[in-house]
């Protein structure tokens, strides 16, 4: 049985480049067996067009980078295989909602970075006190298990991308950010309260302005469970005392 022959219609435009124009390009190759996007990707850059833009850094579905709209779908181009697709014709477009560094790249780390630092998403310890010689805090397995859960996200953007209210509103939390809040809201290492997070995730940039349409969930490569940590922050702002 002879290999079958893909088509790529990419999207293409380098805002960088004066008189560049956001367009689409066709690029033809043979399938081979175990192919992923990601290597079909590669070997158009090596043998068709060395211009073509798109990230890439694991290329095992841990870091994130090759996150980019496929067919229609936000995912991992490593992560895809092309044989998972019954048209040999497959379309390749930029994730929406971040700033488009050129072709298939955006750049997610500054959305993600900007994230964190809004939610300060990171430990605030209980106490100030450190001591190399103090015990670690000790910390109930089930717990510990539903902090790594939340901490198997790896920023990839498809949750934002694939998110009906994120698209409409830039000021919008999205799932990878109340996942952020809910890893430090279990923590209880932490010590920040439900009122803490209120005046962040408590509007309608935040769990109250989610449309719970899932698709975020529906789009997420790693399968976290995004409907049970909005439910959660939801839980937790309705039971504390509003500061707001």
């Known amino acids: 049985m002879s290999a079958r022959t893909l088509t790529f219609e990419i999207f293409r435009f380098d805002p960088q480049l004066p008189g560049d124009k956001p367009r689409t390009e066709r690029f033809e190759m043979e399938e081979t067996p175990g192919m992923t996007v990601f290597i079909a990707l590669n070997r158009l850059r090596e043998e068709q067009d060395r211009s073509l833009q798109f990230d890439f850094v694991c290329r095992a579905g841990i870091c994130g980078s090759c996150a980019m709209v496929i067919n229609g779908k936000p995912t991992l181009a490593c992560r895809t295989l092309t044989s998972t697709f019954s048209n040999s014709v497959i379309t390749l477009m930029p994730l929406p909602g971040f700033e488009l560094i050129g072709d298939l790249s955006v750049n997610t780390g500054k959305f993600m970075r900007a994230l964190s630092e809004r939610l300060g998403a990171w430990l605030h310890p209980k106490s100030e006190e450190l001591s190399i010689d103090a015990l670690e805090t000790p910390m109930d397995p089930a717990l510990a298990e539903a902090i790594y859960e939340a901490d198997r996200c790896v920023e990839c953007g498809c949750c934002v991308a694939g998110c009906a209210t994120a698209q409409m509103r830039d000021t919008f939390i999205s799932a990878v ?22 005046h962040v995730i408590g509007d309608e940039d935040g769990v109250f302005g989610c449309m719970t349409l899932l698709g975020c969930q529906d789009n997420c490569p790693k399968d976290l469970n995004h409907q049970s940590q909005i439910a959660y922050l ?3 702002l309705v039971r504390g005392p509003r500061i707001l």
């Open 177 to 198: 950010g109340f996942n952020k809040v809910a890893r430090f809201a279990l923590d209880s290492r932490d010590a920040r309260a439900p009122e803490d997070f209120y």
């Open 234 to 236: 939801r839980r937790q």
